[in-house]
Nanobody
Framework: QVQLVETGGGLVQAGGELRLSCATS????????MGWFRQAPGQEREFVAA????????YYANSVKGRFTLSRDDAKNTVYLQMNSLKPEDTAVYYC????????????????WGQGTQVTVSS
């Protein structure tokens, strides 16, 4: 069993930045593909970014490419989503996810989910 706890959400003005963290429990963190999804009010959950178990491969949704950066620290069992140049349309609940598939496979769904953290970008 893997538990995921997100932190770092909040309110920021358009153009600002936030860094989300996802701390995980369990000794198998380094074997999982990790990623983030988000869900805006009235919309379906959508894929944001993923990073391979080795940290060598990342994959981003087109809507965030060039603005968001995903990284992982296996020593701390934590992944980080650095979000720059935030836009009002980035407003959503952001969920950390862990899965056994590739970064591309994670876009289809995850084995484990966090509870989510709210990100609000004001215009």
């Amino acid at each position: 069993q893997v538990q995921l706890v997100e932190t770092g959400g909040g309110l920021v003005q358009a153009g600002g930045e936030l860094r989300l963290s996802c701390a995980t429990s369990g000794r198998t963190f380094s074997s999982y593909t990790m990623g983030w999804f988000r869900q805006a009010p009235g919309q379906e959950r959508e894929f944001v970014a993923a990073i391979s178990w080795s940290g060598t491969t990342t994959y981003y949704a087109n809507s965030v490419k060039g603005r968001f950066t995903l990284s992982r620290d296996d020593a701390k069992n934590t992944v980080y989503l650095q979000m720059n140049s935030l836009k009002p349309e980035d407003t959503a609940v952001y969920y950390c996810a862990a899965g056994s598939r590739s970064v591309y496979g994670l876009t289809l769904g995850a084995n484990y989910w966090g509870q989510g953290t709210q990100v609000t970008v004001s215009s």
